[in-house]
Structures are given as C-alpha cells and as structure tokens.
C-alpha cells in the first residue's frame, strides 16, 4: 500500500488508540510486522501551546503518523507543520472520535455534520504541508445521516492521500458490528488508497475485510492489545479457525520486553503504572486470570509488579496440560507445546 509518496511495507497498520499507541506499543507493533503506526491522537491547540515537547517521535520509530484532532482549520495547519517538523512520515486528521469531550468544541465526529468545514480544514493542511496526508472518519453522525463515502469524496478533491474508515456512526459509538459493506462503498466512491477499519481480532478477519470490501489495508485496534502477533501472523490455511496462539514462554518474553520499552520511556517511577493495563491485556482468558486481574491495579512498583508475573506463570503453566486449549479472550486457541507443561 502505498499513501501519497509513503511506500508500506505491507496493508496492516496499528490504528491510533488514545492512552495506548504510545511510543513503546508503536514499536511492538512495528516489530511484528505492522507496516504503519498510528499515534494516539493530538491536540492541535494543546500542540502549539506546549510545544514540540508535547509529541515524542522514537528514534527509528518510522514509519509514523501523527494523528491530530481540533476544529479551528489554521491551527490544526500549522500543528501538521509542527509534527512535520518533529519527524511524522504522515499526518492524519481525527473526524472520528465519538467522545463528548471532542465533539463538544467541534472536532472528531463532530466534523463529518460539516462538509463545508471539513473541506475548511484539509485545504488548509494540505497547503501546510507536503507530508503524505490522510483522514480518519467514520460512517457518520447516525443512522439517518451516513456520509462516509461523501466525506471522502471531499477529501479527495483537497488533495488528501488516503481514507481510514471505521464503518460506524458516531452515535453506535463502539457498540454493535462495524458495516464493513460501508467500507466497500467508500473505497468505490474514490480513487486514493482506503483503509478499513473494525472488529479486526485475527489475520483470517483482515484477509476476509480486504477480500469483501476491495479496500487496500487493514487498520488494527483492540484487536492488538496483549496481541502484537496478529500483525505478523500468516492467515494460509487457517480458515475459519484461528490461528495458533502464542505459548506461555512468548507471552512471558513479550510482556518483560514490552516492560523493558515502556521503562525506558516513561521512567522507573511511572512504568509499573503505565504497564498494568498491557499485563491485563497479554494475560486475559487464561486460566485464573480474573483473580490476577484483580491484584493488579495495587501494583504500582516494577519488583512488586514483576513478581506477580512471574507467580502467575508459574500457576499457569502448572495447572495448564500439554496441547490443551488455551483460552485467549476472544479467541479459543490451541497453545503451542508448552515446555514442561
Ligand atoms: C481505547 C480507544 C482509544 C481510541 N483512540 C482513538 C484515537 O485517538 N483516534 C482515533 O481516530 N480513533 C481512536 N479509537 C478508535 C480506533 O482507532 C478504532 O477506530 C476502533 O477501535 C475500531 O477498530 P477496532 O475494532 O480494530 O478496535 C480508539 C478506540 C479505543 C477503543
């Protein structure tokens, strides 16, 4: 996939989730094989006010786009020159985010209401920027008011380089199924590259999207969290099952590694804190996780947070025989010969 000059090096890309696509959970991602990574999203206003301290860039960490939200046209430009100017391969705009706090002034779904806007702020951008520049929108406001595929249209004619489309209205919030026949008719509507959105949790899921609905990547949410493996796993021959989970050992290795990341970003103080929704995340549906979960709010030191890990695995693996099947929240998968078990 290609957006704009941005060659990919593959369709899957991390969507921005906002308190979660920091820098170490991009580099994950990135490290399994997600060939763009989206940042969590910014203000534009709180960008000029505080400054280029305000969005953190890792070193190596591209590609990257840098998605903004705001409503006033000449400051979300001149904040797509800002992230230009700290390193950002790509600029996205938020018309997407149903949260009341974003809407109320304007911005996120809250724009898509407003065609004449819309078009407002992506001349504006795209005069301030040559970055490579593409919109996140949903189906619309409600049921009554669909206009996904009008809104790309827009897009398009102000010089936008691709479409990312989570086919639900902003009044669904995340509730119900995404209309992935949306993201058909969206990617029908135009000629720049779309990215479909929604409910993504395996490979077999982001092949089936790309095969039904003709749209060129596949953006990946919630169905990463715990799961970077999703973005490097191959979907041959795993039809409607899922694919083989990742065994206690990775799963053990992947949590200290991803620890080690957030430690070295966030400093020894915050890490812990910072972590415990990723211990939650990589250990949800196995065996006695619930009691686990329930500790792990209280961990808030790196010793005190480690060894509760390292005791919870070791329970599991005890209490978890050979083959058997593994349970991993949304998916029901067979582990893959667990040492010792
Ligand atoms: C916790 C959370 C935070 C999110 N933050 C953002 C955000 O900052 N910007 C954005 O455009 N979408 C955001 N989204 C929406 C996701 O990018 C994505 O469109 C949505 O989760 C559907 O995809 P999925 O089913 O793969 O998760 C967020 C969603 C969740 C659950």
Redesign the pocket.
């Known amino acids: 996939m290609k957006i704009g000059s941005l060659q990919l090096s593959g369709n899957l890309v991390l ?6 696509t920091d820098y170490p959970f991009r580099q994950i991602a990135r490290e399994h094989g997600c060939s763009l990574a989206f940042t ?2 910014v203000s534009a206003d709180g960008l000029l006010q505080k400054g280029k301290s305000f969005l953190r860039i890792g070193e190596g960490e591209h590609p990257v786009s840098v ?1 903004l939200f705001g409503s006033n046209p000449e400051i979300l430009a001149e904040a797509a020159q800002m992230a230009e100017s700290v390193g950002a391969d790509a600029i996205d705009i ?1 018309m ?2 149903p949260a009341k706090q974003i809407v109320g002034p304007g911005a996120g779904a809250d724009l898509m209401r407003f065609p004449g806007k819309v078009k407002e702020i992506l001349r504006a951008v795209r005069r301030a920027v040559r970055s490579p520049l593409s919109v ?1 929108i949903r189906s619309g406001w409600d049921e009554e008011h669909i206009n996904a595929a009008e809104i790309s249209k827009i897009s398009e004619d102000c010089g936008v380089d691709a479409i990312s489309i ?1 086919p639900r209205t902003r009044v669904q919030g ?1 509730g119900g199924r ?1 209309d992935w026949d949306l993201i058909g008719k969206v990617k029908r509507a135009i000629r720049i590259p779309v990215v479909g ?4 949790t395996t490979p077999f899921l982001a092949r089936r999207m790309l095969e039904e609905t003709g749209c060129d990547g596949v ?5 990463a969290l715990g799961n970077p493996w999703i973005f490097g796993l191959d979907d041959s021959g795993c039809g409607e099952a899922e694919p083989t989970a990742p065994t206690l050992d990775e799963r053990k290795r992947m949590i200290h590694h991803h620890f080690a990341l957030v430690k070295a970003y966030y400093g020894k103080r915050w890490a812990a804190k910072k972590f415990q929704k990723h211990v939650y995340w990589y250990t949800k549906g196995l065996r006695g996780c619930a009691s686990f979960h329930s500790k792990l709010s209280g961990l808030k030191e790196e010793e005190e947070l480690l060894e509760a890990i390292q005791s919870y695995f070791d329970f599991v693996q005890r209490r978890t025989p050979c083959q058997s099947f593994v349970s991993t929240g949304n998916r029901s998968v067979i582990g893959r010969g667990e040492k010792g078990l």
């Open positions: 969507a921005p989730l906002s308190g979660i969590e999203m998605q938020n997407g985010c996140k989570h995340y995404a959105n929604g409910d993504i953006m990946i949410g919630r169905g």
